[in-house]
Each structure stands twice: as C-alpha cells, then as structure tokens.
C-alpha cells in the first residue's frame, strides 16, 4: 500500500487546533470532520485504503449528511 517514491504527508501540530477554529460554529458534526481528516492523511500515506476509508465513515456520514455521495465508494459497495 505505502509508494516509497511519494512522500509521506506529516499535519504540522496545530493543524487540529485551525481546524476546529475554522469548523467552529458550522452546523455540522466538527469531530467527525477531524476524524475523517486524519484519516484522510492515512489514505495518502497508504496506510488506509481508499475502501477502507468509505466503509469506515460510510454510516457515519449517512447518519450526519442524509446521504453518502462521496466519490470514494468503492466498486461492489452495498450501501443499502
């Protein structure tokens, strides 16, 4: 899963703290955006594939949005 030949994606430490900055007061769930975020970067680094990421937030996400419409639905996906 890991490319040696792209480099590793490491936040700089207050990237947790902006982010909550710049999510504070938005109507939507703030920690589940962070968590998905730091999983995000897990995907880049190849630590977490591109289906893993999907079924992990896949419930997570209808229960916040109504709806699961990210482009990351992997092929064969029963969202059902």
Request: glycine share 6%; aromatic share 8%.
């Amino acid at each position: 899963m890991n490319n040696p030949q792209q480099p590793r994606l490491t936040p700089i430490e207050e990237w947790e703290d902006e982010a909550t900055a710049m999510l504070d007061g938005v109507e939507y769930d703030t920690d589940l955006g962070l968590r998905m975020a730091r999983d995000a970067i897990r995907v880049s680094n190849g630590e977490l594939s591109d289906a893993e990421f999907h079924e992990k937030y896949h419930e997570a996400v209808l229960a916040e949005f109504g709806a699961d419409e990210r482009p990351t639905k992997p092929e064969g996906f029963d969202d059902d």
